[in-house]
């Protein structure tokens, strides 16, 4: 198979499923009719509920979503070949986290912008409600311990024998000087744009000069030199700050600004695979595996772990939070949210696709150095095999790692804010919003400026002690919330009296994915128990994994009942 092949295939079913199926969807939902107020507006308040412009807010709804996911999956997942995993994409994409993206979207901003734990509330129960925002707060939790962790890593100096090492640690400096310059510049820019009311296209085009300023700034001055655990400090500082300042300020133009990085990444990777369109070598790169595969992990099974492994690439439960938690309280107009949340899930499709194209023209240069290797190398090398291109490959290998770190601190800072919402509304009624608490314990509860000091201190405390102990779960506990997300919009569109049968079989796909995985670490993790080998990790997984294969089913079952019981709970 040719990549370039490959790729304009996967690009044009991609775009019949967003005409045709994203279309279909809208009427079957009733998407866009009325022109009814979003919570952006009906709720406005300066900090949460802004109004977006839709580049703005789908240059955040991207950002946030994308993240190292739709690259790291497929090249887990490539030992089973290119062919499932390309097929998962296309499929799950379109007719699993598209609709899974876009209903959780229109769920929340027919709810007044709140999450996915409060749809449930109202449309299922409170009991519900409860246990989803315990699992999710937690597996959020779980996702800053682990992106503060990686922003650490890759902002972090060198030490030799307690000597720093600068020749070793100048990558890294480089990569935190453009981050520091980075946010800076997002400032300006949201400042000017909302404050001075500058033209969006004359500050836009200024902010893409700036980044490039910033990062020729950042490759060749970077002074600073920090620890790990320093640096895990300072993010611990900025998330907290992120997440309480209002998002004019700082989330939608960083965000909207970094999306440029990630489109100029695409414009690369569509340059690259065009320019060099290399076959795909089925010595190195075989089309299928087989359905089990032995790697050093012990034997490895396409049923669960390619549905739980490329997750960002097809359906991931954290874009129902995004959705559900920032993009709701920002959507400028109803009609907006197909483009945003359908448009953005089938982008990383493509992404992942091109992914694709960068393992097999890796693996035939010698890029094997784990998934950021793999794909900066990947693509540079097929941008550097154009006649004239030649000596580009270490500039945007560069770049292309630059890039590929930003995006982790992006999605730090959302899962931060995510986490300060689901916080604050597990203490509240069906209905209410923070606003509505004017005294008592629960006034403290519900402050943003408590939830989110909670949520720092664990997500920084667990990434310094050992999260990688429990990150084995992260890939169902994730898809968990995917699962979960489908049956909240399908039980809501139930109750509403819509049409929510395109819910139904991904969520039921989903769920038993979802148990398979835990009940496969389960056995895994009492086989490795039992061999007198375990660490406080191993117990910690079977524990957790049977939990939440306990709430999957009580979630479920509680769903059943409200889809096809003919009235909803209230218990």
Not at 202 to 227: D, E, K, Q, R, W
Not at 271 to 295: M, R
Not at 410 to 420: E, I, K
Request: glycine letters at 10%.
């Amino acid at each position: 198979m040719n990549t370039l092949v490959l790729l304009l295939i996967c690009v044009a079913v991609l775009i019949c499923g967003y005409i045709f199926y994203g279309r279909w969807l809208c009427k079957q939902w009733g998407v866009g009719e009325g022109d009814i107020p979003t919570p952006a507006h009906t709720m406005e308040d300066g900090v949460d509920y802004v109004p977006a412009k839709a580049p703005v807010l789908m240059g955040h709804h991207f950002s946030s979503i994308a993240g190292a996911g739709p690259i790291t999956g497929p090249i887990s997942a490539a030992i089973f070949g290119w062919l499932p995993v390309t097929l998962w994409v296309l499929v799950g994409g379109i007719f699993f986290g598209g609709v899974h993206d876009f209903g959780a979207l229109f769920a929340s901003i027919r709810h007044k912008g709140q999450s996915i734990g409060e749809i449930i509330s109202i449309n299922m129960s409170r009991r519900a409600k409860r246990l989803f925002i315990i699992f999710a707060y937690l597996t959020l939790i779980l996702v800053v311990a682990a992106f503060a962790s990686i922003v650490a890593s890759t902002f972090g100096a060198t030490y030799v024998d307690g000597v720093l090492d600068k020749t070793a640690s100048a990558a890294n400096a480089s990569v935190a000087m453009v981050s520091l310059l980075f946010i800076a510049i997002a400032i300006i820019f949201g400042f000017c744009v909302y404050r001075r009311n500058a033209p969006m296209l004359v500050s836009t085009i200024l902010g893409i000069v700036a980044i490039v300023i910033c990062m020729a700034v950042g490759m060749n001055f970077h002074p600073i030199y920090l620890s790990n655990s320093a640096w895990m400090i300072i993010v611990g500082i900025y998330i907290a700050i992120a997440s309480v300042t209002p998002v004019w300020i700082l989330l939608q133009p960083r965000d909207y600004l970094s999306s440029f990085l990630l489109y100029a990444m695409l414009i690369v990777a569509f340059l690259g695979v065009i320019g060099c369109h290399p076959n795909i070598d089925p010595n190195l790169f075989p089309a299928f595996t087989g359905f089990a595969v032995a790697s050093e992990n012990g034997t490895q099974y396409l049923f669960p772990i390619l549905f739980t492994t490329v997750a960002c690439g097809a359906i991931s439960g954290f874009h129902s939070l995004v959705s559900s938690g920032t993009t709701s309280k920002q959507l400028d107009h109803e009609k907006e949210a197909k483009p945003i949340a359908y448009g953005g899930m089938l982008l990383e499709c493509v992404l992942a696709v091109l992914t694709l194209c960068a393992i097999a023209y890796a693996r035939q240069i010698g890029h094997t150095a784990g998934a950021t290797d793999i794909f900066a190398g990947g693509i540079a090398g097929m941008v550097a095999a154009i006649p004239g291109f030649a000596g580009l490959e270490n500039v945007l290998y560069t770049l292309l790692v630059l890039t590929y770190s930003a995006f982790c601190l992006t999605s730090l800072d959302t899962a931060t804010r995510l986490a300060r919402f689901m916080f604050q509304e597990f203490w509240l009624e069906p209905g209410q919003t923070a606003k509505d608490i004017t005294s008592g314990w629960k006034k403290v509860a519900v402050n943003p400026y408590f939830a989110t000091i909670i949520t720092v201190v664990l997500g920084i405390l667990l990434g310094m002690n050992g999260y990688g102990k429990i990150w084995g779960l992260f890939g169902a506990a994730n898809q968990l919330l995917a699962g979960l997300g489908l049956l909240a919009v399908a039980t809501w569109l139930g109750n509403a009296g819509k049409n929510n049968k395109m819910f139904l079989l991904p969520m039921a796909f989903m769920m038993v994915v979802t148990i398979c995985s835990l009940a496969i670490t389960v056995k895994n993790q009492v086989g490795i128990i039992s061999a007198g080998s375990a660490d406080w990790g191993a117990y910690a997984q079977v524990i957790l994994a049977v939990l939440l294969i306990v709430l999957a089913v009580v979630l479920v079952i509680e769903g059943i009942q409200t889809l096809f019981g003919g009235k909803k709970k209230t218990a």
